[in-house]
Structures are given as C-alpha cells and as structure tokens.
C-alpha cells in the first residue's frame, strides 16, 4: 500500500512534467515555427533586396558605361563622319571593359552603323526589331533596363551570341509582330544613348545602344550570393541561391541539378507566374525542389516598355530554418527528459518525506493496538493534512489514556466507597447497640414523673440528640448498604406515579402542584423497582422540601439517548420545581455524602448520593440545573439495559 | 409468661429489661444463641426478642434451632444493621417481626403489642 502511494505520486510528478513538457513543446515548437518562418521570410525578402540592388547597378552599369564611351574625344566626330572604324574600336573596348554582349551604333533614322561581334553584316530590313534604339529614337532620350529581345535580333548583332544562347518562346518579343505570335527571344539588360550633334541640343545623329544578355550569364546571379550576408562558413547549399527568369523560365541561376548543373530553363508554377507576373507582385512561397524544400521570394521584371517579363527570385532551404526546429524539439525533449528523470527522483524522496510520518503513524496504531498508550509519532510534520492526522491521532491516543485513567479511577473510587460502606456498617452496628441503651435509658427517665422540670428538659434534650444520632447512623448505613439490584422489566410511567402518589398527600398538606407529564412509546426499562423508586422519592421529597406554597412540582418521562456514551437508547425522568434552587457553589456537592444544606437533623445528606450511587448501577446518570430562586430540574437518565458488568455489586457482611 | 432477650450486648439485654419488667412483663436474658436453646429447653416463652449477629451462634441459627426443636414461639428480630437483605433472610427464617436497632421503648412495646394482637387474631 505505501508503495503503491509512492509509486502514484511518481507517476503524477511524470505525467505533470510530461504535460508540461509536452505542452511547452508543442506551443513553442508551434511559435518558433512560426517566428522561424518569418524570419526566413524576411531573411528572403532582404536577400531579394540585395539581388535586386545587383541587378540595378548591373543596368546602370551598362548604361554609365555607353554614356562614357558617347561623351569619349572625337565620338561624335567619328559618328558624323561615319568613322566606323574607329567607332567600332571604341565599342569593342568598351564592350569588353563593360563585359557588353553585344553593342552597336544606329543611326537617327534607325539605319545600323556599326556593332561588335565577329559576323557584321548590314540590316536589309528590320531595323525596328532593335527595341532599344527604336524607343531611343522615338523618344530622344537615353534608356536603361531590361529588354526581351528576339533570337533574331541577337543572331543579326552576333552570330556566336545566338549560337550559345538559350533562346525560349515569347509573346511579344517582336513588336512588329502580332501578339499571339510567340518568338523565341532572351532577356538582357540594356541601354540606349542618343547621340546628338552638340552637346546641349541638335539634331539626333545616332543611338549607341549595348547590353549583356541574361540568359545563362552567371555574373549578376553569382554576385548577387556573394553580396548576401551569410558568412562563407555556410554550405554552399545553405547560401540563398539567386535566379533570373525569363517569364516562368530560369535563364539565370545558381539553382543546381542533382549533376550539379546550373538549374537553367526549368519552370516555376503557374501560381507563382500569377501572382508574380500577371498580377506583379512580390511573392513568398516553399517549394519542392529536388527533395529539398526551399523558401523562394520572386519579385517581377519589367522590361523597359513596362512590360512585367520576368522575374528575380531567391531561394533558401528551409532546412536552414527547420534545422533550429529540430534542434529547438531536440532540446525540449531533453528538456523534458531530463524534467521527467527529477521528477522520479523528486517523487521518490518526497513521498519519502511524506510517508515517513504517515508510517510512524501506521507504526504507533500498531503499537496503540497492542496495548502502548504512549506511542512515538515522531515530529509533528510541517504538512498541514499529516500535522492534523498526527495531533487527531495525538488527542485520540491521549483520550483513550484518560479514559483509561478514569475507569481506573472509576474502580478505586468504587473500591473506595466499597471499603467506606464497610467501615459505616460496622461503625453503625456498634453505635446502634449502646444507642439502644442511651434510647432506653432516656426514655425510661422521662417516664418518670418525680423530677424536677428542669432535668426533665435536659432529659428531652439527650432523647432528642440520640434521635438525631439514630437518623445519621441510618443514614450511614444506608449510604453504605450496596445491595444486589434486583432488575426486571418495568415500566416507567407506572414506576413514577407510584413514587408521586407516596408523596401526593404531604405535598397537598403544603399546597404544592405535582404533575406528572407521562411520555408515550417509552421502551420497558430493567431495573430494581425499590431503588429506583427511592431515588425518585429522594429527588420529589428534596422538591417538596425546596417548594413554597403555590409552587409547582412537574414530572415528565421521555425516551432519550445517553448524553455521554455513544446512542445508548434508554428513558430520561426529568423532575422540575419552582423551588429555591440551588446555589451554584453547592451544585457541584450535592452528590457528595453528607452534604446538605436541610436544616440540621432534618437531613443526613446521603440521599442523593446514595440515589446517584443506585443510578449508577443501573448504567445511567443523574444530572442537575438550578437556578437560584428559580427552581432546579434533575435528569435521571437509565439505559433500556442496564450493564451489570461493570460494577460489581458487593454485599457487605450481615 | 416470660419473654426471652437474646443479645450479647449487655446494655441491650439491660434495656429491654428494664422497659419490659417496668411494663410488667417477666423477662429472662441470655448473652448467647446457645444460652437461649438451654433456657427455652427448660421453660416455655411467651415471646423471643433476639439479636442476629452474635459470636459464635447467630439468631439466625438460633432461629434454625427452634425450627428444628419444633418450638413454636413468635420471634421478634433485633439488628443494628437493618438491609433489605437481612430482613428478609430473618423473615424467612421465621421472624415475627424485625425491629431495627436502636429503638426507643415505645417502639419496642409497640412491636411486642403488634404482636401479641396477631397471636390472639390468629
């Protein structure tokens, strides 16, 4: 039973912990999750940023980079002299200062005049398709940024260019053409510088145009990873990866392959060109991709006509992220492991704690029950339940010692009386026979007729004292007299009207009220029909005696339950005067033997202790209340059947 | 007739003589239960006025001895110690009347007359 206490307390301090834990775990595992991903989200989103940043100054570059080679010595003088040449020198240079893919020279009327590459040939037609110089001369001013341009286009401006490019299928590449007529075409980035007579104004002599095409160019997608923040301790897997697309088609990035290849020309989901190039906006999203998830943030392209073309994306594993989660779950579930192992331990010596007084209790009950009234329960424990149990198991011990004690005292006081009844009778016995002799004399003296008044008058005196010392001898001896009850069944009510009845005629005589209240259903009470019919005589004379004129004798019966011991059934007389009343003072001694507060030789002051000694034989009780003035009321209390057992009834000698 | 007082207190055994012969009543006094057997062997009482305890022999073996000496004479018991048992132990032993010790002459010529009535009733 102790073990099974311990065990259970064990196990609530695991199933506490483990809820704990596992509560914490789950709700924490479920914010860092989610913080987890907001930070990678804004993690992404920075990295976007930064691509983008590249990205820009990649065109601004391009175009910083025409812009000098315009303002160059002797550019527009060898433009309007037509200097190819030397013209063609100055682009070659700075095509590959500016790693320019390709670059070239048109003139207002859109006519080429030159352009790098290793195959120049004249335009037959066509010139338009030259989207940069087409929108710089309509618009004679200088334009930078993206531009789709079509794989015929890049085939007349350089053969080899076309030759190595990925080319893919798009709507609108040719602005010539129909719209739904799809066109192979690349991305690139690109400028376009007018170039005008003068400085200030004049008239458009030329557009320089240049540019680098994106598709499957490494320079700005590497870049752009280097610029992140991420220290070179990381992978390079871990690194957020850049990508350039060409509408939903990867053209540029460091996305690699299961071979390790750039991941060129694969798609992104329709969702992602929805919301990225249709609807333009910036888009987070995890993907699949090659058993890894990844974190990927695109923003659109838009091409220098305002067209949304493709996109700039950044990709981050998430495992980079749920790595934390894991090692944030690996933790708690150490955590509460490790909560789980203290709680056993804990459980353990606590319950230790609190079984030790438990057992010393269960200990000293053992103890208790063989007999030890002064068990050891050792120090009242700090706990309030067990300091409650250890002081009600204190007090019950203690109250059963007392009880002990008292039943003890109980049969000294009853051996006590026993041995002072017997040394009244004797005592009695001896005094009544010389009492004989001092009665006799006495009264034979009195007879006598020849003695003068005054001796005479002495004479009653000693009659009258002898008499007094017979009633005190009766007295004794009846105090002392411990007969053997004679019990059987009998009926209260009828008990109690006989003893009224004796009493009836003096209490008329004084003009006092007896009344007699009888209770119903009263259960047969065995008792000694004399005794108890003295005792109930001695309380009504001693109400007679405490009674004025007018006063009011009342008697009641009633089934009642022992007051002290435990529902023992039995009957309950209780007699009521309008009397004098007691004094408190004397309220605790009216049981004693001899006391009274009668006149002198009107009482021996033995009947109520003589009535309380019968009573008690009987089992029952005697108790009082007064009220000086007021009246008194006795309860004799006698239990349906009485036990004999306890008192031993001793005759004293004959 | 005489009347026979069995006590073995002396100052008993004076009283009861002093009051009965003052009444006229012939009385004779023995100290012990085997006293009062000699003298009822010898004469007839008209009445016995015995104590019940005594050394050696109590009244109620005297009360004992009559009975089986067939004699017939009313019993009046005397006892300082008067408990319900003793007197009904005298009773049964058969004792006119117990009178209860001490006593004052009236009573004991109060219970000899109560008596002396049931005899002459019967």
Known sequence: MQHSTRYRLIFSFLAVSFVAGGVSLFIGGYLLYNAVLMEANNQVRLALNAADDVYETHVKFVKVALSITTLGAGFRSSLSEKRT??????LDRMAQHAQMDFAGIVAADGANICRIGPKVFQDEKGQHENIIARYVISHKHEIAGTVVLSKAFISRENMELADRTQFYPFKGANQLMPDDDQQLACMAIGAGIPIFENRVN???????????????????????????FFDDVQ???????????????????????????????????????????IQGKQWTTTQLYLNDRYISAYEPIEDILGRRVGMLSIAVLESNYSNVQKKFFLFFMLATFLGAMIAIVMGYFISYQI????????KASQEVSTGNLSPDIGPISRDKEIAILQTTFKDMVESMKRRRMESRSQIIQSEKQASVGRLAAGVAHEINNPLTGVLTYTHMLLRRTDFPDDVRADLQVIAESTERVRKIVKGLLDFSRQTKLDPEPTEINRLV???????????LLKGVTVQFHQGETLPLITLDRSQIQSVLLNILINALDASKPSDTITVH??????????????????????????????????FDPFFSTKEVGKGTGLGLSVSLGIVKEHGGAIR???EMGKGTTFFVWLPMNMNI?????????? | MKLLVVDDEGIVLESCRRVLEFEGYEVSLAKSADEALELIEKEDFLLLLMDLKMPVHDGIYLMRELKNRKKDVPIIVMSGYSTNETIAEADMMGANLFLPKPFTPDELLAAIREISKRRSAR
């Open chain 1, 85 to 90: 040449e030397d013209l063609l020198d100055r």
């Open chain 1, 202 to 228: 004049g008239e458009l002599i030329g557009v320089l145009y240049g540019g680098i095409v994106l598709n499957q160019s490494t320079n700005i997608v590497d870049q752009a990873q280097k610029s992140f």
């Open chain 1, 235 to 277: 992978q390079e897997k871990t690194t957020p990866m850049a990508s350039i697309l060409f509408d939903r088609i990867r053209i540029a990035t460091n996305i690699v392959d299961e071979k390790g290849n750039r991941a060129i020309g694969t798609e992104v989901p329709d969702e992602v060109k929805e919301q990225v190039v």
């Open chain 1, 355 to 362: 079984m030790k007084p438990i057992h010393r209790l269960m």
């Open chain 1, 497 to 507: 009207e006989a003893s009224i009845k004796l009493i009836e005629n003096q209490a």
């Open chain 1, 557 to 590: 019966t009633t089934p009642a339950l022992s007051a002290s011991d435990t529902g023992n059934r039995g009957v309950e007389i209780i007699i009521s005067d309008t009397g004098c009343g007691i004094a408190p003072d004397n309220l605790n001694k009216i």
């Open chain 1, 624 to 626: 009082v209340q007064s």
């Open chain 1, 645 to 654: 057992g306890e008192t031993k009834n001793e005759t004293i000698g004959r």
